[in-house]
Structures are given as structure tokens and as C-alpha cells.
């Protein structure tokens, strides 16, 4: 409490200039995470760049609405009126991405939308017994959770280095697939001709379709570009100070873009295009579809992105001095939930605190609410400049690949570090959780075809690591340990989260 003015630091107004910089500060800090996951899922959707571009503004826009919800209150239903920047969850990646690969295109998008629509209304509606629900979530399980995360993520930011995902490396050789078909068909006249009156041939192909090599897949010289990002930000890390190591990522990736540019492999001519200012709409790709199993799928994100969520509004607490109360924080996971409504509204995604912003309000020292409320205002702003979307839709692939490694690798090693925590030799038990848990959860990236014989409308569900993960962990973490109430723990972890 500040003595003189009888106000609390998180209620704190400061002066309007150093509330901008503050701001900017904030939003420099989350802006390549936020922007990662629109580029992640527009491409997996195999949108056109214009609609990548749409994603992206509304991402951002969306950010900026949810933020001012969360840090300012509306209502004592929702906002936690805490400093806390909210962004896209990467743990709804890994579901999206596999609801993409089985539904491309709008179509896709709006069977995503409308399953974000479905599980934000039901966060919502959950959030106070989710609330409740913290020791069901002890720092193994989450623990392991963000570890499969980032490694699951790997996979995209290593495919973003070689130019695209794995079924890039090839495509199919049209020329000698014509020639194949053609012969085909000779060879079924030739049999029909012999064949007796009415008696029907069918056209087999004498191989497999032929495949060819995609030359841009892996092209050096795109690598080295990856390479250079990953040094460059590496680089930042070790000797940079304070801000610019914070803002290494971006940096990084604001390097590789003016790289690509002088090596001719960076092509911006829709930005110049694209129009200085544009309104964000809702439903810009038709009206939702409501698919039950993906909503239970999203749902079952959410639970998780809350629980973390949770553990981050706890930790804050402590380094904002302001105790918590159950109210408190019902009224910010529920804006989880409103976020994520307002998201697939608005055609973007679900939505939670980010870490980072946490950690960054630790390392200033800046406890005011009204520096992230700056930091959305920026971020809405962003999010109705059409330019801007199209500068981060023109970013070459791989040089987002040097950024991805980085990023998804320290999401993985964030986990790893709260796994660090957990008692192994007290409890062995806590072994088999993490073992099998991540054992279940790598199923789909080492085996992509292993539910093809069960019921298609579980695919989404079953082809997500993540998901497969959390369930394991959570049942097993009943089975060895019980049900036991570990707050302490989860804040913890979830200063450990903040650090990276």
C-alpha cells in the first residue's frame, strides 16, 4: 500500500508517458508469441495469405479486448484486476492443428471456431469448480503437460526450418503419374478388347503413385538463414541486458526477416497492398459448425490452460502483494473462458495469461494494473492495422524456424524445469506418472496413423499428444498419489513457468 496516497501499487495510475512505454514494453515482450500460433493453424488450414493476414489482426485485436477485460474488471464476474497480458494459448495448438489436418480449409475453420465457441461458453460456466480443482494438478502433472507441449511444437518449428511440414519433403511426379494412368488404360483397353461382350476390366495402376523431391524442402540456403535467426536471438540471450534479452525472439526474427530481404527471399508486396486500417469482424469466415467431440476436445484444453492459469494468478498474487481470494480467481478463469468465446467469435483463438508478461512484472518491479490495460489498448490498435498482419503473414518460414526452436524449446524446457522440482525419491511413483504420461503423449508424433482403425469422430482427440498426455497424467497422478492439495507446489511451478 503506498503510504501517501493510501492506494495499492496494482491499483496505481502512473503518469500517460510512462504508462506507453511501460505498455509497449509488455506487448514487444508477448508479440511473437501471440502472432506464432495464427501463422501455426492458418497454414495447417491451408488458407490463402489473406486470410492468414485476417487471422492475425484479430489475434491481436482479440488480445488487446481480453486484456482490458482481465487487468480492468468487468463486473465482479469477470477480470482478475491483476497486471496480466493475455495471448493465445499454445496449448491448444497441438488439437487445432490435428483438426486442420483432418478438415482443411474454411470448412475447417469453422468446425475450429465453432469448437472454441462451445468450450469458451463452457469454461465459463466451469470455471468455479475449476477453481477448486488444483490438486488434481500437481506439479507433475503440469509439469509433464507444458514439457509435451513444447516438444510436441518442436515439430512445427522444425518444419518451419526445412520450408514447410514433413509431407512437404515430397509431391507427387504428375508427369509420371500421367504416363502410369495412360499405360493403365491401354493395357484395360487392350483386356476389354479381349475380353467377352459385357464383361467389365478395371484400370490398375502397375505401382504406387510416384513421388518426387521437393527442391525448396531443406534448401540450404533457407537453413542457413534458420541458422542465423537462432545465433542471432543466442547471441541476445548472453550478452544482451535487461529489455533486449527479453525481446530476443523478436529481435531475432526482425533480423532474419532484413536478411531474407537482402538475399531476394522475402516478398512483400501485400503489405504494400494491404490498407493502413481495417475493422475486425466476427464470424469473417461463415457461421460456426458445432462438432460435440471437438468440443469436448477444446474443453478439456481449456481445464488445462485454467489450471495453469490459476497457478499464475496465485504466483502474481504474491509478487504483486495482493492475496487472492477464491472470488478472485473464479472471476479470472472465467475470463479465460469469455476470452475464448470472444475468440472464436472473432475468428481467432483460445485464450490465457501469458508467462512471460508475468515474469516481466517481477523483473521491473511495475505492480499497476494500468500498464497492461496500456499494453491491450496497443495491442487493439495492432490488431485494426491490416499492414501489420501482412508483415507477420510475409515472413518466410524459416526464418520463423530459427524463432520456433527457440520459443517451443523453452516451452519444453519449462516443464522439464518444474519436473525438476517434483520429489522422485520420496516418492518413486512420481516416476511412472512422467514416464508413461510423455510415453502416451509422443504416440502421435511417432505413430501419425495409429487411430486409423478407431471411429473417425475421435481422431481429433486421439491424434493430439497433448491431450493424451494430460489425461494419462492426471489418472495416473490419482492412482499413485491421491488427490492431495499441493497450492504451495502449484505456485512453485508456476514461478518456475515465469522464469523462461
Avoid at 505401382?207 to 525448396?216: H, L, S, V
Avoid at 490465457?352 to 499494453?375: E, I, K
Amino acid at each position: 500500500m503506498n503510504e501517501a496516497t493510501g492506494v495499492h501499487p496494482v491499483d496505481e495510475r502512473l503518469p500517460t508517458g510512462r504508462l506507453a512505454a511501460l505498455g509497449i514494453q509488455h506487448v514487444l515482450v508477448m508479440y511473437a508469441g501471440a502472432v506464432a500460433v495464427p501463422l501455426i493453424v492458418g497454414r495447417a488450414l491451408k488458407l490463402t495469405p489473406e486470410q492468414v493476414a485476417m487471422l492475425i489482426s484479430a489475434d491481436l485485436f482479440c488480445c488487446g479486448l481480453v486484456t482490458l477485460v482481465q487487468s480492468l474488471g468487468v463486473t465482479r464476474w469477470f477480470g482478475i484486476r491483476l497486471p496480466v497480458m493475455m495471448g493465445v494459448t499454445f496449448a491448444a495448438v497441438g488439437p487445432m492443428v490435428a483438426f486442420a489436418n483432418a478438415m482443411p480449409g474454411v470448412d475447417g475453420a469453422r468446425a475450429i471456431f465453432g469448437a472454441i465457441i462451445g468450450a469458451g461458453i463452457v469454461s465459463m460456466l466451469i470455471a468455479p469448480a475449476v477453481s477448486k480443482l488444483l490438486r488434481f494438478f500437481p506439479p507433475v502433472v503440469t509439469g509433464t503437460i507444458i514439457a509435451i507441449i513444447g516438444i510436441s511444437l518442436m515439430r512445427v518449428g522444425v518444419g518451419w526450418a526445412m520450408g514447410g511440414p514433413a509431407p512437404l519433403a515430397q509431391s507427387v511426379d504428375v508427369p509420371k503419374l500421367v504416363a502410369m494412368v495412360d499405360g493403365a488404360k491401354a493395357t484395360a483397353a487392350a483386356a476389354a478388347a479381349s475380353a467377352a461382350p459385357g464383361a467389365t476390366v478395371a484400370i490398375k495402376l502397375p505401382g504406387p503413385i510416384p513421388m518426387a523431391n521437393n527442391a525448396n524442402y531443406g534448401a540450404l540456403d533457407n537453413m542457413a538463414i534458420a541458422g542465423a535467426v537462432l545465433v542471432f536471438i543466442l547471441l541476445l540471450v548472453k550478452y544482451g541486458r535487461g529489455f533486449v534479452a527479453n525481446i530476443s525472439v523478436l529481435l531475432g526474427i526482425v533480423g532474419g526477416c532484413v536478411l531474407a530481404a537482402m538475399m531476394g527471399k522475402m516478398n512483400v508486396d501485400k503489405v504494400a497492398k494491404a490498407g493502413w486500417f481495417d475493422v475486425v469482424t466476427p464470424f469473417a469466415f461463415g457461421m460456426p459448425t458445432f462438432d460435440p467431440v471437438m468440443i469436448g476436445t477444446m474443453t478439456l484444453v481449456m481445464i488445462v490452460v485454467m489450471i495453469e492459469s490459476t497457478g499464475m494468478f496465485l504466483a502474481l498474487g504474491d509478487i504483486t502483494g495482493r492475496k487472492i481470494s477464491q472470488q478472485d480467481l473464479a472471476a479470472g478463469l472465467r475470463t479465460d473462458g469469455l476470452g475464448t468465446l470472444i475468440g472464436g467469435i472473432f475468428n481467432t483463438f483460445p485464450y490465457t495469461s501469458f508467462s512471460q508478461n508475468v515474469g516481466l512484472v517481477g523483473v521491473t518491479g511495475v505492480r499497476s494494473r494500468w500498464v497492461c490495460v496500456a499494453g491491450g489498448i496497443i495491442m487493439i490498435v495492432l490488431g485494426l492495422l491490416p499492414k501489420m498482419a501482412a508483415f507477420v503473414e510475409a515472413i518466410p518460414q524459416f526464418v520463423l524456424g530459427g524463432a520456433g526452436l527457440v520459443m517451443f524449446g523453452m516451452v519444453a524446457a519449462t516443464g522439464i524445469r518444474i519436473l525438476a522440482g517434483v520429489d522422485y525419491k520420496g516418492n518413486r511413483n512420481n516416476l511412472y506418472i512422467v514416464a508413461l504420461s510423455i510415453g502416451f503423449g509422443l504416440i502421435p508424433l511417432v505413430a501419425p496413423r495409429w487411430s486409423q482403425h478407431m471411429a473417425h469422430q475421435l481422431h481429433p482427440l486421439l491424434e493430439s499428444g497433448i491431450l493424451l498426455t494430460a489425461v494419462a497424467a492426471v489418472l495416473l497422478n490419482l492412482f499413485f498419489n491421491g488427490a492431495r492439495d499441493d497450492v504451495r507446489g502449484t505456485i512453485e511451478a508456476a514461478r518456475v513457468a515465469e522464469a523462461h
